[in-house]
């Protein structure tokens, strides 16, 4: 996979720059790859090849551009949390996802556990692991409800702070759920999830 012109010199200019910041950019180059169209996405994994020389995401990348994903899964399963955190939270979390829809809830709730041991402040991961525990463990809503807090602490949404709600209704913390229902409103007034929720709580914070 070769480039060329302009492609040629922005790979020159990453391999220029200090590691840390052209593994902050690898990060970025990944999540694009991951919602580009397919006029982008081949610049863009050109790009990725030539600035990321660590063989181990190389290898990973490989294996999800030739759709070899249930392979990919399985080389993740067994990855130390901390090998973990040398692959951009997105790519994770597409595999993770890719193991839900295929009926592993367990492996994908696990492999995002071991993905938020590097990736605490990525939304995406917080929020899936949110909904994975509550799906997982419908009995640990104390868990469910940290995550739901700190993906609404790094990205404010109607859809995060109304599964919140829910999680702290389940806990009886009915004051902090109508807080939570009220953030949705405020995002958006017209969020009928978060109405409707805050109407069937209401008889308990007047009662």
Partial sequence: MGVTGRSSFVVEELMALPPPARKFVVRALTRWCMCASEEEKQTVQSLLHHCDRDERRTACRLQMENGEVEALADRLRTVKPEILNDHPACFIHAIAM??????????????????????????????????????????????????????????????????????????????????????????????????????????????
């Avoid at 939304?123 to 509550?134: A, I, K, P, S, Y």
């Avoid at 709600?165 to 958006?188: C, F, M, P, S």
């Avoid at 929720?197 to 009662?207: A, D, F, K, R, W």
Wanted: aromatic letters at 12%.
């Fill in 98 to 207: 890719y193991l839900y829809e295929n009926g592993e809830l367990e492996a994908a709730t696990e492999l995002l556990r071991n993905a938020q041991f590097g990736h605490n402040k990525d939304f995406f991961v917080n929020f899936d692991l949110g909904n994975l525990t509550r799906e997982s463990d419908p009995t640990d809503w104390n868990t469910a409800a940290t995550y739901f807090a700190v993906a609404a602490s790094i990205h404010a949404t109607p859809g995060v702070f109304c599964r919140y709600g829910d999680v702290l209704r389940q806990l009886d913390r009915i004051h902090e759920a109508k807080d939570a229902y009220q953030r949705a409103i405020d995002l958006n007034p017209q969020y009928k999830p978060a109405q409707k929720s805050l109407g069937e709580i209401t008889p308990q914070l007047n009662g």
